[in-house]
């Protein structure tokens, strides 16, 4: 069996940790940024398998990748190229490809080429948009758009030998078992009502999947009670500028009058609410740059809440690739969280039911 040990991290005198749930180690996402949905679903996945004691797995991001094409290029065509189809995704494109064509474990399907460069997107987008061209589309044109794709995720095998069984793809996900549907999105917006699911109007949702909006407050309760019964969550949120430093570990909101030139677990920051979150979003300020793992809770020297982020770029800054996200950073740029649904609190998971 392949088995990839548990990650630990180095924590600073600046935080005590109040909870830490199990993550498996850092990987480097390289030059792919718009990959992130992969590798951040794929983490916290594990997270997941290691939670029900189904052990310790390394999954292949690019399995994903490589599925993701295909469904956005079947999408592009018939939205007649009015849509996106660069590297981004949402959560649910990997519960979506989990559900419908399965999942590999990392070492029978790595492609480090295809994580810094470009061409194969500008190669497959370039013969779409030539397709397109024509009054129908060709009766074979899945099959010349597939060995295009093929030619960069070369080398994919159809079934793969692990812990002496022979699997295909939907068969490891069913040794898994992995129940997709145990798993679902929720945002925090005024521009929908509450209580009610909506489709969040990004780029990277090119599937339109359904995210279910809550009150801020519910939204908050909804994360905090999730990582203190021991799950955890991908986030998809906003890297805002100099209020998000790789090199300091930290991900804050200074106070506007704030003299300090950079930032520290200590500085004043600005509240956050529920019409200073939705201004941001309806000025395009806030968008989904980005997608992590949050693993735990810490709080700073003063009792103020910080969030404990698993990125993937490697094991850089002075967590080792770990981010320490403030409450009020929290609550004004992230645009959704995923989590298993068995891990809300029971009044919002029985409002959920109901819809």
């Not at 981004?88 to 474990?105: Q, T």
């Not at 939705?278 to 103020?304: C, P, S, W, Y």
């Amino acid at each position: 069996m392949f088995l990839i040990t548990v990650d630990s991290f180095s924590q600073k005198e600046d935080f005590e940790t109040i909870v830490k749930n199990p993550a498996t180690k850092v990987k480097h996402q390289m030059e792919s940024g718009q990959y992130c949905w992969s590798y951040a679903t794929c983490s916290f996945i594990e997270s997941e398998l290691i939670r029900s004691g189904k052990g310790i797995y390394d999954l292949s991001e690019d399995y994903f990748i490589y599925q993701a094409y295909i469904d956005k290029a079947v999408n592009y065509t018939l939205r007649k190229g009015m849509t996106s189809f660069r590297r981004g995704g949402l959560s649910h494109d990997v519960f979506r490809i989990i559900k419908e064509k399965g999942i590999m474990p990392d070492p029978f399907y790595k492609i480090d080429y295809i994580r810094n460069n470009h061409e194969p997107e500008d190669v497959l987008e370039a013969y779409l948009n030539t397709i397109l061209k024509e009054e129908y589309l060709t009766e074979n044109w899945m099959k010349h758009y597939r060995a295009l794709l093929d030619s960069y995720f070369s080398d994919r095998p159809d079934q793969f030998k692990y812990n002496g069984a022979i699997f295909t793809p939907p068969a490891f996900s069913k040794y898994l078992q992995i129940n997709v549907d145990n798993y679902v999105s929720l945002t925090s917006f005024t521009h929908h009502p509450f209580h009610s699911e909506f489709v969040l109007e990004l780029s990277d949702n090119f599937a339109g999947a359904p995210s279910f909006n809550l009150p801020l407050n519910e939204f908050l309760q909804a994360i905090d009670t999730c990582l203190s019964k021991g799950f955890t969550l991908v986030w998809d949120g906003c890297l805002d500028g100099d209020r998000f430093s790789y090199h300091k570990g930290l991900a804050m909101i200074p106070d506007s009058d704030s003299k300090i030139p950079e930032l520290n677990p200590d500085i004043i920051e600005n509240n956050v609410d529920q019409q200073k979150r939705q201004i941001a979003f309806e000025r395009l300020q806030t968008t989904d740059d980005h997608l992590m793992h949050i693993v735990g809770i810490a709080k700073n020297k003063q009792g103020k809440k910080f969030y404990i982020i698993k990125d993937s770029g490697g094991e850089y800054g002075p967590f080792k690739g770990y981010i320490y996200m403030s409450l009020n950073y929290l609550l004004m740029n992230t645009v959704s969280v995923t989590l298993n649904q068995s891990s809300l609190p029971g009044n919002i998971r029985l409002m959920m039911s109901k819809n």
